[in-house]
């Protein structure tokens, strides 16, 4: 089975704070991916990696950046916390074949005093 | 920008009914259709997939396309009160990025 961790599943940061999110995948997979969940917006990717040092800005990449050192592990950073990034956070890896199945990690509820 | 639309519901059905989802979808280029289910609390998890025009049935579940008019819909057949969720219709158009609607609440009723 695929698995996709996340580093915590509660996170409470102060505003102005540096914030990293990690996410690691034991598959293998190429292509990974960090969305924010909101109530009434759906999921909205952030940004994604297909491969080691690769990403590309999705929708909302204002206000975080992301590194892909390794190939298994995709960090999420806000450079400078704020209230409005207060979320749920998403992690995801994409299977390399066939219907292209994204596979979800359990998610960071990231609140920001 | 590509956009995918649900109605957010809540969609109440009683136990054993049909329970009739619908997503349009705003990009003609998409390819492939998902639908991912998301209980309270938990991350999405995929459900059905569906890329040619027609129906697909997977036990109590039929996805069906129509990229004439940009519609996916999903149809849950014998509904029972453990579908209760939220159901994420989401469109790709390269196989990789894929473009999540907001979701429709199910409530099953027992």
């Known amino acids: 089975d695929v698995k996709v961790t996340q580093s915590s599943r509660y996170l409470v940061k102060r505003t102005g704070e540096k914030v990293f999110l990690e996410c690691v995948q034991d598959?293998?997979?190429?292509?990974m991916f960090w969305y924010r969940q909101d109530p009434g917006l759906g999921l909205r990717l952030i940004y994604f990696?297909?491969?080691?040092?690769?990403?590309e800005k999705g929708d909302i990449p204002e206000g975080y950046s992301v590194s892909r050192e390794k190939k298994e592990r995709f960090s999420l950073i806000l450079e400078s916390a704020s209230t409005n990034q207060t979320s749920m956070y998403l992690c995801?890896?994409?299977?390399?074949?066939?219907?292209?199945?994204?596979?979800f990690g359990p998610g960071t509820r990231l609140t920001v005093t | 920008q590509k956009e995918v639309e649900q109605n957010s519901g809540p969609l109440s059905v009683p136990e054993g009914a049909i329970a009739s989802l619908n997503c349009t979808y705003s990009?003609?280029?998409?390819?492939?259709f998902f639908w991912y289910r998301q209980y309270s609390g938990k991350s999405p998890e995929l459900i059905m997939f569906?890329?040619?025009?027609g129906d697909k049935e997977d036990g109590r579940f039929t996805a069906q396309l129509n990229k004439a008019s940009q519609y996916v819909s999903l149809l849950i057949r014998d509904s029972q009160p453990s579908d209760s969720a939220t159901y994420l219709c989401?469109?790709?158009?390269?196989?990789?990025?894929?473009?999540f609607g907001a979701g429709t609440i199910l409530r099953v009723k027992s």
């Open positions: 995801a890896s994409l299977s390399g074949g066939f219907p292209y199945e994204q596979y």
């Open positions: 598959m293998d997979h190429e292509n």
């Open positions: 990696s297909y491969d080691v040092k690769m990403k």
């Open positions: 990009d003609r280029g998409s390819q492939s």
């Open positions: 569906i890329y040619s025009n």
């Open positions: 989401a469109v790709s158009e390269y196989g990789n990025k894929l473009v």
